[in-house]
């Protein structure tokens, strides 16, 4: 379910009442453990945080004109999805999150290779979420963007 809303907060207006209080949760789990130099915004029809061209001129390889992408956050229609592009690229931040995961939450982990679907709004790790956010820097995201993803 792709959004037209132009800045975050519009995005989470939109929103049906039972989604507005997760997000805008998870919003500020993020937001409050953002490394500098990401940049909060929209883009695919979700909020999304990307290392702006201001700090990496070349962009995505894919759409060069669009700032390289990191993490995105949406309301799908069965559930809350967060994208993190550090773990699909980094197996041992993958393993540590899954890990963790199993430890923190009461339900099955629902992950795709970026992906995590949150299903059960009752049981999102809100501290997980902001350790994991915490994890990669811009510098590192951009070394781990270009050794695994640039062609």
């Known amino acids: 379910m792709q959004s037209k809303a132009?800045?975050?907060?519009?995005?989470?207006?939109?929103?049906?009442?039972?989604?507005k209080?997760?997000?805008?949760?998870?919003?500020?789990?993020?937001?409050?453990?953002?490394?500098?130099?990401?940049?909060?915004?929209?883009g695919y029809g979700m909020m999304g945080y990307a290392v702006?061209?201001?700090?990496?001129?070349?962009?995505y390889h894919c759409n060069p004109k669009d700032?390289?992408?990191f993490m995105g956050l949406a309301s799908q229609k069965n559930f809350i999805a967060f994208y993190?592009?550090?773990?699909?690229?980094?197996k041992n931040l993958y393993d540590w999150f899954v890990a963790?995961?199993?430890?923190?939450?009461k339900y099955k982990l629902?992950?795709?290779?970026?992906?995590?679907r949150f299903k059960k709004m009752d049981d999102i790790p809100y501290d997980l979420i902001a350790e994991l956010v915490r994890k990669i820097s811009v510098q590192d995201w951009?070394?781990?963007y270009e050794s695994a993803f640039k062609k």
């Open 84 to 90: 993190h592009m550090g773990v699909y690229a980094d």
């Open 52 to 59: 702006p061209h201001s700090i990496y001129p070349k962009g």
């Open 6 to 19: 132009l800045t975050p907060a519009d995005y989470i207006a939109e929103l049906p009442e039972d989604r």
């Open 67 to 69: 700032p390289l992408p």
């Open 21 to 42: 209080k997760v997000i805008a949760q998870l919003r500020k789990t993020i937001t409050d453990n953002l490394p500098e130099g990401f940049q909060e915004g929209m």
């Open 110 to 116: 629902d992950m795709g290779k970026s992906c995590v």
């Open 142 to 144: 951009i070394a781990l």
């Open 100 to 105: 963790e995961y199993g430890k923190r939450c």
